[in-house]
């Protein structure tokens, strides 16, 4: 499965697909976990040791000019668009304890895009992950999806917006619904989180406009801890563990499990 997780800043995208990764590991999975969010949090919620300093894929101007065929620092016209990206995983991910991490970086861009070489070797490496490997792909992407191509995101199995009791935050789901159509992304629901009580899910639900919710993440001691970076997925404990086993459950990816497992 390939999986495209996203939401409004702030309403703990990372923090899911951290549980995410936690519990197909847990069940013997093969899993690739891709930071592609510009706050780049997801490796402090792995648990990994001095988290800001790991290098950004983006950062490697060198290797990113070599691959599509240009010069650091010179504007470049003409450039590769598919470069090789093939080896790229495996030089670069950092192992959380069986889990695969890779950071990406986003392209700084002064609006409207950027068709530029740096912005052409993350579509080229994202393509690769989505549609070249065989593991789970969980990718933390930013609300404007904008990394996601169009071959690369009709290779993604699904689109997941993450939502929490607040009507920006549902107003968001809806901009990223219209993208995600755009782009010819087969499916998309949502998970819930911060949930409070009875009264959060109902408002939740009443104002997704149709959108199917495939599970909710109660508001607790060990999530906040974890939207804090004081707790990692690798070190919370089996109510936060349920919740998600619950999601995969309901989503019907525990499916895609058993296939993989048989």
Known sequence: MRLAITGKGGVGKSTLVALLARVLRDAGQRVIAIDADPDM???????????????????????????????????????????????????????CGGIKLLVMGTVSRGGGGCA??????????LGHLVLGRDEWVL???????EHLGRG??????????????????????????GL????????LRLVGNKIRGA???????????????????GQSEELR?????GLSALGVGADALRQ????????????????RAS
């Open 139 to 145: 990718l933390d992407m930013e609300a404007g999806i």
């Open 199 to 217: 009264e959060d899910r109902q408002f939740l639900e009443e104002g997704a406009k149709g959108l199917e919710f495939i599970g909710f993440l």
């Open 41 to 95: 949090n997801l490796a402090a919620l792995l648990g990994v040791p001095d988290a800001t300093k790991i290098t950004p894929i983006i950062a490697y101007k060198e290797l990113i000019a070599e691959r599509t065929g240009t010069q650091v620092g010179k504007a470049a016209p003409l450039f590769t668009m598919n470069p090789r990206v093939d080896d790229i995983p495996e030089k670069f991910w950092v192992d």
């Open 116 to 125: 530029c070489p740096e912005n052409a070797f993350l579509k080229a490496l």
């Open 225 to 229: 801890r974890m939207s804090m970076k």
């Open 244 to 259: 998600v086993s619950e999601i995969v459950a309901n989503a019907g990816w525990a499916a895609s499990i058993e296939a």
């Open 180 to 187: 995600a159509a755009d782009l010819r992304i087969r499916r």
């Open 152 to 177: 690369t995101a009709m290779g993604v199995d699904e689109m997941v917006v993450v939502v929490e009791p607040s009507r920006t935050s549902l107003e968001t789901a809806s901009r990223i619904k």
